[in-house]
């Protein structure tokens, strides 16, 4: 098992050179800290502490810190005794949820260079650069810099998520591989690398890097009782959860790694990672997939919890977080020898520098810092400790900066840049007598606020300028009349600058003006005043309407088109100035944006029937017809004259029409919809239909008996009244004498949509013949009321204890013969399902026997029925299959081969 070894300890028991030539020791620690704080002064800062008393690590690379004010609480802690005195890196950045890294170091030891922050998938990546406090750098000009990389990865398995890690770490690894030959770099934090085969992980070990890096634990197996010495995560089980939000598991992943680069490995940098000191504090090997508060596998012989660190510290560990922190030490060889101090210094940005620009750093080839100071006429804001310029506080000037330093025998070494502060380029200029001139006026120069002179040059379309290009002094007398722009282009070491100013030279006063058009639409962009030559003067207008109006600014002759009303208008420039006196004049029209909008003078509904020479005319808002145009979504026509919108309804068909009226000018264009509907005449129509009804069919006969009728057991009126059918129709007869002679029974036929049988378009009750044709109560043709003509629709035939039937087309009404439903061919079967029909010899098929309810299925609840009525004799009951007036073992055995029998599911209820 891994334990915490102390480079003291090392020594004692080593004869190595590393022990005896090593000048400082420093202990760097990793550790995810969970949502610290997780509250407002959170209790853990306690734990924090007794951690650190037992580690006593120099750097803390830290993440899951949740805001600056909880970093300087851990500071505070650690430096509560006064034994040691602890700095953090200056900046705090948030990402990934509002966690940030953070960097706690010793000051003792260690200073502190800068900070960069790379922007990365999930989180963003903290480099920090320290340098160690040799005693004697000033004499042998030596530093050793020390690079620090902090991360939190992506978490969680996956292809994406291992590829999210891999872009994180190739981000880091831009700047890992851009840093100087001689820097000693560590990689750490909580990586979240799930095997040794992630792209990432791979990555960090890649021998192509400028420094090649080493995992001194290395290869690695998540979940595998052999590795369980190397995993960081989790101190925690479902069984003991802990809080502040971390997870439970036990101990079974190595998410948190720390990384050193060829130089620390190797010892090329006067810095030298001793051997066996990365520790996983806390990971006894023996907490496998449990707590680390748990009891070890095997238990420890005196009862402890840890075979590595008191029971004490393992609360502490478990309270503080879901990750065990990793430390290792590392050994610091000061450089030796001697010489004279370097002040050798360059600036970032090379000598010359504009006032808002970013501002420079020194850099050094050789030498080192001293004290800087400078000599020159203004202000330079310097660092004298860093050499850093503050160029938005200092001004412009030349300045003479020097670095001093003290050398190893007492003697002082300068070295000296010379800077220049310069402003940015200001081209602004005017000039003196305005951007108006008359030919006469003296000649105008020039004026500045805040720019400068460059180079002056001038376009115009109309006339020639007599311009000084390096002053901008306008020659007015050796110049024509005309418009000029006129542009200062200044270029100087902070930049170009260019301004232009519009001047205008006359003969005498010029009010010439015109529009971008002549045409304007209510609701465009209001038109605005153009000129070539002339000036705003007064504006104004004429009418010929009295009805019409004009919103015009009568000082920049911008019209308010939303405010004017439609017309033609004359506008007048009125002009008085200095150089004369002038009128000008230009015409505009302005239209109103169309509005279709019409009616129908007899109304949007109309009837075949009453078509006869009937000419449907608009009535329009306005005189202008426009387009007319229909649309429908059935089959009807609609004779529509396209230019007045007349419909001829003699000549239309039935349907449902949108008619749309189309209305466009300069202005766009405008619709307007109607919706019409023509009907079809609604009328009596006889239907003729055939069927036969298995019950009482008598094959060699080829008809059906009339034992009811014989038996006067059939009812005076229809007997569908009642559920499933619940028909109201009124059908009827007298007597039993009016029932015609072959009358078999009452039956209900059904007519549906010839375009959607689902939909019921009328029932009647008639009486079925033995020959299988179906007529009125009194034997007349079976007549539906109300149906259009030129329709076609769908037969259904029901009856009250056999399976009611559907034909398999539409059929156009009237028919001149019956259609016949004993046809197997003509009637409606469902896909998949058995026929819905019988056969009953001779090739007729018949209505299936047995469906007692009615409801379109022979099932046991039909069974359930034919028994309570079993050995009823001369009543008219559904019971009685065979409609022979008596409910027999007969009707029984025409309802069993059809048990299972299901109807059609469209006219099953």
């Known amino acids: 098992m891994k334990k915490i070894f102390f480079l003291s300890l090392l020594c004692l028991l080593s004869n190595s050179m590393l022990c005896q030539a090593q000048d400082m020791t420093v202990r760097v620690m990793t550790y995810n800290l969970l949502n610290f704080p997780y509250v407002n002064n959170d209790p853990r800062v306690s734990n924090f502490q007794a951690i650190h008393d037992y580690i006593g690590a120099d750097i803390f690379i830290l993440q899951e810190l949740k805001s600056s004010s909880g970093v300087n609480q851990l500071i505070s802690t650690l430096n509560a005794n006064g034994s040691i005195n602890y700095d953090r890196a200056p900046d705090y950045y948030s990402s990934g949820g509002g966690l940030g890294n953070m960097l706690i170091f010793n000051s003792d030891k260690l200073g502190f ?46 292809g994406s998520n291992e590829n999210r890690r891999l872009t994180q770490t190739q981000d880091m690894f831009s700047l890992v591989n851009s840093l100087p ?51 960081t995560q989790s101190t925690r089980s479902n069984t003991h959860p802990g809080g502040s939000g971390g997870v439970p598991g036990g101990c079974d992943d190595r998410f948190d790694f720390i990384f050193f680069s060829e130089n620390i490995i190797e010892n090329n940098e006067h810095i030298e990672y001793v051997n066996d000191s990365y520790t996983n504090i806390g990971n006894d090997g023996g907490h496998y997939d449990v707590a680390i508060i748990a009891q070890p596998s095997p238990p420890l012989p005196d009862g402890s919890l840890n075979a590595e660190i008191p029971d004490e510290l393992v609360y502490h560990l478990f309270e503080m977080s879901d990750h065990l922190p990793i430390i290792a030490d590392l050994a610091i060889n000061f450089p030796v020898g001697g010489g004279s101090a370097d002040p050798e210094f360059a600036y970032t940005g090379g000598l010359s520098f504009c006032l808002g620009a970013a501002n420079p750093t020194v850099t050094h080839t050789t030498g080192s810092d001293g004290t800087y100071s400078y000599t020159g006429a203004g202000t330079l804001s310097l660092d004298s400790n860093t050499g850093a310029i503050d160029l938005a506080a200092s001004t412009v000037g030349t300045y003479t900066i020097t670095n001093t330093v003290s050398g190893c025998g007492g003697a002082d070494n300068s070295s000296s840049v010379t800077i220049t502060i310069s402003e940015e380029a200001d081209a602004e200029f005017s000039y003196s007598g305005g951007t108006a001139y008359c030919l006469t006026n003296p000649n105008p120069t020039v004026v500045h606020t805040t720019g400068s002179s460059g180079t002056y040059s001038y376009t115009s379309i109309d006339g020639l300028l007599t311009l000084d290009p390096l002053t901008g002094a306008i020659d007015i007398a050796a110049s024509t009349i005309g418009t000029f722009e006129i542009t ?32 304007y639409c209510i609701g465009d962009d209001n038109p605005e005043v153009q000129h070539l030559m002339g000036e705003d003067g007064t504006y104004f207008f004429e009418i010929t309407n009295s009805e019409a109006f004009l919103s015009i600014n009568n000082t920049t002759g911008e019209i308010n088109l939303e405010d004017s009303t439609p017309g033609t208008y004359t506008i007048f420039n009125l002009l008085n100035n200095d150089c004369g006196n002038a009128i000008y004049e230009t015409t505009i029209s302005i239209e109103a944006p169309p509005e279709a909008s019409f009616s129908f003078t007899e109304g949007n509904v109309f009837s075949i029937c009453n078509a006869e020479g009937l000419l449907v005319s608009t009535t329009l808002d306005g005189t202008e017809y426009g387009t007319f145009t229909y649309t429908t979504t059935g089959l009807g026509t609609l004779d529509l004259n396209p230019n007045t919108g007349q419909i001829d309804v003699e000549t239309s068909t039935p349907g449902t029409f949108n008619v749309e009226h189309q209305l466009s000018n300069g202005c766009g264009v405008s619709m307007h919809t109607e919706t019409i509907t023509i009907e079809e005449c609604l009328q009596d129509v006889l239907v003729q239909v055939k069927l036969f009804l298995q019950g009482n069919y008598d094959a060699d006969a080829g008809e059906m008996n009339t034992t009811l009728l014989d038996n006067d057991l059939l009812p005076l009126q229809q007997p569908y009244n009642i559920a499933p059918w619940n028909y109201v129709g ?22 549906r949509d010839g375009d959607d049988p689902s939909i019921s378009i009328g029932q009647r009750a008639g009486i079925l013949l033995m020959d299988g044709t179906v007529v009125a109560p009194d034997g007349s043709l079976l007549s539906f009321s109300g149906l259009a003509t030129n329709h076609t629709y769908y037969f259904v035939a029901r009856h009250r204890n056999h399976l009611d039937v559907m034909s398999n087309q539409a059929v156009s009404l009237p028919n001149n013969s019956p259609y016949n439903l004993s046809i197997l061919g003509n009637v409606w079967a469902d896909s998949g ?47 009685d299959f065979n409609l022979d007036r008596v409910v027999t073992v007969a009707d029984f055995n025409l309802y069993q081969p059809n048990a299972s029998k299901v109807g059609i599911s469209l006219v099953r209820y």
Not at 118 to 145: E, M, N, W
Not at 836 to 864: F, M, T
Request: hydrophobic letters at 35%.
């Open 488 to 519: 200062n282009s200044l270029i100087s070491v902070c930049g170009s600058s260019s301004s232009t100013v519009t001047v205008t030279i006359s003969n005498g006063a010029n009010a010439e003006f015109y529009y971008p058009s002549d045409v």
């Open 730 to 751: 009124g059908e009827s007869v007298a007597s039993l004498s009016d029932f015609p002679s072959d009358a078999v029974d009452w039956v209900l036929i059904e007519l």
């Open 833 to 879: 399902d058995a026929e819905p029909v019988v056969p009953l010899g001779a090739g007729d098929y018949g209505l299936a026997a047995g469906d007692y309810s009615g409801d379109g299925l022979i099932l046991v609840d039909d069974l359930n029925g034919y028994q309570m009525e079993s050995a009823k004799i001369n009543e008219y009951v559904k019971g």
């Open 181 to 231: 030959s001689n820097h000693n770099i560590i990689v750490a934090g909580d990586l979240n690398f799930y095997r040794a085969e992630e792209p990432g992980y791979e990555y960090i070990l890649d021998n192509t890097h400028p420094q090649t890096f080493s995992d001194v634990q290395g290869y690695w197996e998540r979940t595998n009782f052999s590795y369980s010495e190397v995993y």
């Open 113 to 158: 260079r800068y900070q960069t922050e790379i922007p990365s998938d999930t989180r963003s990546i903290s480099h920090y650069a320290l340098y160690v406090k040799d005693p004697g750098l000033s004499c042998h000009q030596d530093t050793i810099f020390i690079d620090l990389f902090g991360a939190h990865f992506k978490a969680s398995q996956g």
